[in-house]
Antibody, heavy 123, light 110 residues
Framework: EMQLDESGGGLVKPGESLTISCAASGFTFTIAWLSWVRQAPGKGLEWVGR??????????DYAAPVRDRFTISRDDSKNTVYLHLNSLKTEDTAVYFC??????????????WGRGTMVTVSS | QSALTQPASVSGSPGQSITISCTGTSSDVGGYEYVSWYQQHPGRAPKLIIY???NRPSGASNRFSGSKSGNTASLTISGLQAEDEANYYCSSYRSNSALVFGGGTKVTLV
């Protein structure tokens, strides 16, 4: 079974940093493009960013609201992708889903989803 | 970056068909065949139900169908059932390499 398991969410204060992790299993991690999608309480889905597979350069893309504050990295030896959240704001409060984009079903379709981890930014 | 535009809610009776629209621009929906649709039940992760405008992944009900005309994509749910009550989101690839989602549509059976 293809699976993504997030960990590391929690409560932090505005301006602080946090790193959340996502461990993958059941599929070929090295060829996957990994994306993060977040959902604020009671709100819709928002794409945060992605990291391409190494064979496609391993480069990241980010959504404008997080571009200068968040960083996505991957460790193919551990089948793990990370989201480093810096200079956190209250509006970053959300469930953060780890996902695979375009793995099995076409380009840019988010076809594997983790259960999500909650990040709360509050003083 | 603006989200794609979806109606906030759509309702229908059991057995009916409903259609949810997703309007973007020529830089996203209109410019690429990379429109997807997701179903999300409360407290659950979203599930892919349509990819590349009109294709269904394995396991998705054949009552879901997708289409696109110009800058607007559509999801049709035929033979509405109780289990279809959920939130539905569209997404599209955008020319700046981003992925953009719609604001979501709540489907209710009446």
């Amino acid at each position: 079974e293809m699976q993504l398991d997030e960990s590391g969410g929690g409560l932090v204060k505005p301006g602080e940093s946090l790193t959340i992790s996502c461990a993958a299993s059941g599929f070929t991690f090295t060829i996957a493009w990994l994306s993060w999608v977040r959902q604020a309480p009671g709100k819709g889905l928002e794409w945060v960013g992605r990291v391409r597979s190494k064979s496609h350069g391993g480069t990241p893309d980010y959504a404008a609201p997080v571009r200068d504050r968040f960083t996505i990295s991957r460790d193919d030896s551990k089948n793990t992708v990370y989201l480093h959240l810096n200079s956190l704001k209250t509006e970053d409060t959300a469930v953060y889903f780890c996902t695979a984009e375009g793995y099995g079903y076409g380009y840019h379709a988010v076809d594997i989803w983790g259960r999500g981890t909650m990040v709360t930014v509050s003083s | 970056q603006s989200a794609l535009t979806q109606p906030a809610s759509v309702s229908g009776s059991p057995g009916q068909s409903i259609t949810i629209s997703c309007t973007g621009t020529s830089s996203d929906v209109g410019g690429y065949e990379y429109v997807s649709w997701y179903q999300q039940h409360p407290g659950r992760a979203p599930k892919l139900i349509i990819y590349e405008v009109s294709n269904r992944p394995s396991g998705a009900s054949n009552r879901f169908s997708g289409s696109k005309s110009g800058n607007t994509a559509s999801l049709t749910i035929s033979g509405l059932q109780a289990e279809d009550e959920a939130n539905y989101y569209c997404s599209s690839y955008r020319s700046n390499s981003a992925l953009v989602f719609g604001g979501g549509t709540k489907v209710t059976l009446v």
